[in-house]
């Protein structure tokens, strides 16, 4: 195998690789396996990845954290996505609330919005009404 290579990981796989069971568990376990360490996925699978552990009520925090361990994000910090993990667990914000209160804080920008909860992350808020 060619060191240039790289492969893409959809929210599939790598759901297969973190639940407990998963018809395509064992499948996953061995492509991790094979390529690991060249395995990439970008912002829009963690945050689909959010948005099935919301579905689901799976813990994000475990879920994000985990998938930030074993792959790597394209054009994506793996500390931007933990602190919006945190911030829908610790502060029930939605997915996207969560992702734009951690763009806010972690750029140190405030934010424009009605979102009550952005008060309680100690973000500095221009209010919308």
Known sequence: MNDDEFYYADTDFLLALLKPEDWLKENAEKLYEKYQGKIFT??????????????????????VT????FVE????????????????KEF????????????SKMKDLPIISSERK???LGINKIQLK
């Open 42 to 63: 970008s912002e829009t699978g963690i945050t689909e990845i959010m948005l099935c552990c919301k579905k689901y009520d799976l813990d994000v925090m475990n879920y």
């Open 118 to 120: 952005y008060d309680e």
């Open 73 to 88: 994000i394209i054009n994506g910090k793996k500390e931007f996505y933990v602190q919006a993990a945190y911030f829908m």
């Open 92 to 103: 029930g914000l939605t997915t996207f609330d969560s992702i734009h209160a951690a763009y």
């Open 66 to 69: 985990s998938v930030c361990s």
